[in-house]
DNA sequence: GATATGATTAGATGTCTGGA
DNA sequence: TCCAGACATCTAATCATATC
């Protein structure tokens, strides 16, 4: 593969020099490829240049050379009516994005770390106004040649409508965009979605998406209802659907809240109840992480007693034993728990297990029928059990979900009488400051103690460091 | 062992806002 | 009107663990 180079005007006094590719074949001679006739130029462009007998429709060349060339159509009509300076910016941002498109292969995706975020920017910007409709059709055309909008999966239905009977791309001659009505426009829309499905908003071709971003000026009632009723109300009213951004304030005050009523304010980033404010969790994290979350903001989150470190980081990189863990364990979980946060579990199971060797002890042990029933800790004594629950917080998430339904089925369970210890493994209060280890050696004596007594009722419960 | 589920994270994209 | 900074939102990849 070799590149040749030629100077390309890229407004009044300027030019700009743009890379094609061209393909060698094995023996070093070059492919001949003659000039193609691009679909957004009129007859009188010298400069036009047809498409290789070889290639494929759609192919990276094909897309560049038409992209020039359309580039070079739009120098000459936006001249007409834009000033030569806004014209001259957003042709250079043009050229700069089909350069980069040409030095990646064809990918106009552009990471950070590419140090082109300023075209970046200006690319999103474009798609912007594209949706927004408010290209000129000279720009829009010159942008989808450059594949700005493509879409990742195109229907058969659309590919087919791109060609001719005899198989050859269809022109498309600027400012002549096929006109259908209202109507004709609607019942493609309609033909769309039966064949594609419901789940197809996102694929929906560019023709048809700009179509429906325009119909939320729709003044005529009618035409708002049928839309409505068949499944894209959220382009007749765009707010009711649109995704809100909550400023930063919103979304502390909503972490204020679930502080309060689950004392710690580890959002899972996947939270069902509240996804995004687990998503701007997660983003605060990363903004500390990398050194750019403002102090007023860090210490605001400091205050409510943020982790901006989560355990799992901890547990997979650092020391695991219990000197390590000591005051350092202080995150509970909603739902499922995360199976990084039962360490602590793990902990007190592994240390009564080493301390009291002659039972028979279980850890997580699920409940054959009661599956969803996971008592942290079982051990057996002749003809009774003793549960232990760490109670992370105190598990006031069983509270609210009923603890006495969870008892019942333990007793129908085990069918011999319980002893239920609830070990409070984190401090619950400022007079109570003993760290884990202290607590585990209170809940090692009271296991000793009462593991010798049998319980009288069917289920006893004793609390331990509440 | 295969599959399902969920947590975590980096990176990409979209939105808001203010300044030129 | 355009652009750029800030950052909220989302996606995809990866990993760990549970469940079948």
Not at 23 to 39: C, L
Not at 261 to 277: G, I, K, Q
Not at 359 to 376: A, E
Request: hydrophobic residues 30%; proline residues 4%.
């Amino acid at each position: 593969m070799t590149f040749s180079c030629r100077s390309f005007p890229v407004a009044e006094g300027r030019s700009k020099k743009i890379f094609l590719r061209r393909s060698k074949n094995d023996d070093g001679s070059t492919i001949k490829r003659s000039v193609v006739t691009p679909r957004c130029n009129n007859s009188n462009n010298k400069r036009s240049v047809k498409r290789s007998s070889s290639s494929k429709g759609g192919s990276f060349e094909n897309s560049i050379v038409f992209s020039l060339a359309c580039l070079e159509e739009l120098t000459k009509v936006e001249m007409k009516r834009d000033t030569p300076k806004l014209i001259d910016l957003w042709m250079e941002k043009y050229t700069e994005a089909l350069e980069w498109k040409l030095a990646n292969e064809g990918s106009l995706t552009i990471k950070k770390t590419d140090d082109k975020v300023p075209l970046a920017r200006w690319i999103t910007y474009q798609r912007k106004l594209a949706r927004e409709d408010k290209l000129t059709p000279e720009k829009y055309e010159a942008l989808n040649a450059l594949g700005m909008f493509d879409v990742k999966r195109r229907s058969k239905g659309e590919e087919n409508n791109d060609r001719s009977n005899d198989g050859t791309k269809k022109k498309k001659k600027q400012n002549q965009r096929p006109k259908q009505s209202w109507e004709q426009t609607f019942e493609e829309l309609i033909l769309f979605k039966e064949i594609n499905g419901d789940g197809t908003k996102n694929q929906l071709p560019i023709k048809l998406k700009r179509w429906l971003n325009a119909q939320k000026n729709t003044k005529s009632m009618e035409k708002r209802q049928l839309l409505i009723d068949n499944g894209f109300e959220e382009y007749v009213n765009p707010k009711k659907n649109a995704r809100r951004r909550a400023s930063w304030d919103t979304r502390f005050t909503e972490l204020r809240q679930f502080q309060r009523e689950h004392d710690h304010c580890n959002v899972p980033a996947t939270y069902r109840l509240n996804r995004p404010l687990g998503y701007w969790v997660a983003t605060q994290r990363k903004t500390h992480r990398n050194g750019t979350l403002k102090p007023e903001r860090e210490q605001a989150l400091t205050n409510l007693g943020f982790e901006f470190e989560p355990l799992k980081t901890w547990y997979r990189n650092g020391p695991r034993n219990v000197d390590e863990l000591a005051g350092k364990v202080s995150v509970s979980w909603m739902g499922r728990a995360a199976p990084a946060y039962e360490e602590k579990q793990k902990l007190v199971f592994e240390s009564l297990r080493e301390n009291f060797r002659e039972f028979d002890m279980r850890f997580n042990h699920r409940l054959g029928r009661l599956g969803s029933i996971k008592p942290d800790i079982v051990i057996e004594v002749n003809n009774w059990a003793m549960i232990i629950e760490v109670d992370e917080f105190q598990h006031k998430k069983y509270e609210r979900d009923g603890e006495d339904d969870r008892l019942e089925q333990l007793r129908d369970y085990f069918n011999i009488p319980l002893k239920v210890v609830r070990f409070n493994p984190d401090p619950c209060s400022m007079k109570d400051e003993r760290d884990f280890e202290e607590r585990l050696e209170v809940l090692k004596e009271h296991v000793r103690n009462s593991i010798e007594v049998a319980p009288i009722r069917d289920v006893e419960i004793d609390y331990v460091c509440f």
